[in-house]
């Protein structure tokens, strides 16, 4: 199959990118790195009347640290998640994450904004955005306004994005001295979608969690942060006890569904493996 044909807009900024969907009545896309939605229009599951490519506006682009927050630009790519030296030293979360992205070739053209806009629940990034506390800059016909991970990730491949609206940037909360970051995940083959995978970022005074946040991906309809095993954690001594807890406590967190490949019982059991694994990992660094 190929494409539907489809009227194309490149405007130069994002006022023109805004007004250039509006012109189409909301039968439009936005397009970046285009490495979800070229597929998608090549299968017709997408068949837009227009594309709007913001991949030229230069008010998306740009990584820099203001006032506490290290601010990404929606454009910036896959590839600068795993070799930014700002994106290192602020969201470290982010770069550990970054490797374990599909592979070289849609790292070189995705867009950070492009993965956490689809919001893919097997996604890594947007899980990250959970796990890091990020808020999600968002520009629409009356104004800009910033919306926190925790309620920008609606439901499947839903978000807070109303029609028209367009993702511009993501603000991170700069790391601190006292954060611990971890990140893996279980997939079959090195590129494949995971069957599981979690990130976590810990405050820690010694051993002891004082702020616990953790984000896992495939394991719902949207990332989910693990409420029930953070609350086990914070105030803890981060030592074989309290992780055993936190894996007891993130089967309340948990309820994937059953599908063809993979069993719901086996994403809980490789979920709990996992968290522990982290846990430990952060442990013995400490």
Known sequence: MKARAFDYA????IAKALAAFAEADGDASYIAGGQSLVPALALRLQAPARLVDIGHIAELRGI?????????GALTRHVDAHDHPLIAAHAPLLALAAPHVA???????????GSVALADPA??????MLAMGAEMEIAG???TRRVPADAF???LY??????????????IPVARPEHRCAFDEIARRRGDYALVGCGIRLAMSGDVVEEARIALLSVGPTPVRAHAAEATLTGATLDPDAIRHAQAALMDDLDPVDTPEVPAAMRRHLARVLLGRLLAQIAEAA
């Open 10 to 13: 490149r405007p130069a900024s």
């Open 64 to 72: 820099a640290v203001e006032a506490g927050w290290l601010r990404l």
């Open 103 to 113: 592979h070289p070739a849609i790292r070189n053209r995705g867009t950070l904004g």
């Open 123 to 128: 996604s890594e990034f947007p899980a990250m």
């Open 141 to 143: 016909p009356d104004g």
């Open 153 to 155: 990730f609606v439901d």
């Open 158 to 171: 839903q978000t807070a994005l109303e029609p028209g609206e367009l993702l511009v940037a993501l603000h």
